[in-house]
């Protein structure tokens, strides 16, 4: 059984999910306790997803992502994640969708925003407000947003006009954003990211998704910040995976009050 990573969506988003496969997974010592994990990183193929949502982008990024879960299929993989929120976007994620069902790909893919909103429920459904960072083109296509109120769980929160242009600032900015810099990342980008935590915090948000893949790198695995409780779907997409490959295998979740 195998975990197919489709990575380049940023680079360094892969690269995350793939390390939060390992440390979500039990192991006795050996390599070979570790389930095998096929990364594809074709960003050269997979068009820009906020330029596509925005029509800055003629072709849909569906395309290159339906080719590396091809590629992903045949080489083994049973399960597959996206490592990128708004590639979720029903625009994008439903157009990959379609085109596996037409190549008849029996792996499974996974939808981040699902599993999020599930894991919330499962172990922190005394939340109220919930406050969102993200892309603009997640926060344009309301993608958690409207898969929250269709389930009518939770009051989700985003921030300002400027809260939002911010964030897609530190993360698409050429000087100092997340996707110029991404190892370390550059203060500034971090800066803006907990400035926004805070302003969210001030509206009355208990717990913060990072709705970007590459928003988690700022935050070196935290999962409180100021008192507000961190959620990062990579780590919840990481676990995901390792359940649908074998429930036995994922270490125990640590619930944070």
Do not use: W
Not at 12 to 35: E, P
Not at 144 to 168: D, Q
Not at 197 to 203: F, T
């Amino acid at each position: 059984m195998k975990i197919g990573i489709i990575g380049g969506v940023g680079p360094y988003a892969g690269l995350d999910l793939n390390r939060k496969i390992y440390d979500n997974q039990k192991t006795y010592g050996k390599d070979q306790d570790y389930i095998d994990v096929i990364l594809i990183s074709n960003a050269s193929d997979i068009t820009d997803r906020t330029g596509y949502l925005k029509n800055e982008v003629e072709v849909n990024p569906a395309e290159g992502l339906f080719r590396a879960a091809l590629k992903l299929e045949q080489m083994g993989a049973n399960v597959i994640a996206i490592s990128c929120n708004t590639a979720h976007s029903p625009k994008i994620f439903d157009k990959v969708c379609e085109l596996m069902s037409i190549a008849k790909c029996e792996a499974k893919l996974l939808n981040i925003v699902e599993e999020t909103h599930k894991f919330l429920e499962k172990n922190y459904s005394n939340l109220d407000n919930i406050g969102f960072l993200g892309t603009l083109g997640t926060y344009e296509t309301k993608l958690y947003e409207n898969y929250f109120v269709k389930m009518n769980k939770f009051k989700f929160i985003n921030p300002s006009e400027r809260g939002k242009n911010n964030c897609h600032d530190a993360i698409y900015n050429t000087e100092y954003g997340v996707k110029a810099q991404s190892n370390p990342i550059t203060k500034k980008a971090k800066k803006i990211f907990e400035n926004e935590i805070v302003k969210l915090k001030n509206m009355g948000v208990e717990a913060v998704i990072m709705g970007c893949t590459e928003i988690p790198l700022a935050f070196n695995d935290k999962t409180v910040y100021k008192d507000v409780l961190l959620i990062d779907p990579s780590t919840i997409l990481a676990r995901a995976l390792i359940s649908n490959i074998n429930k036995e295998l994922l270490k125990d979740y640590t619930y944070l009050k």
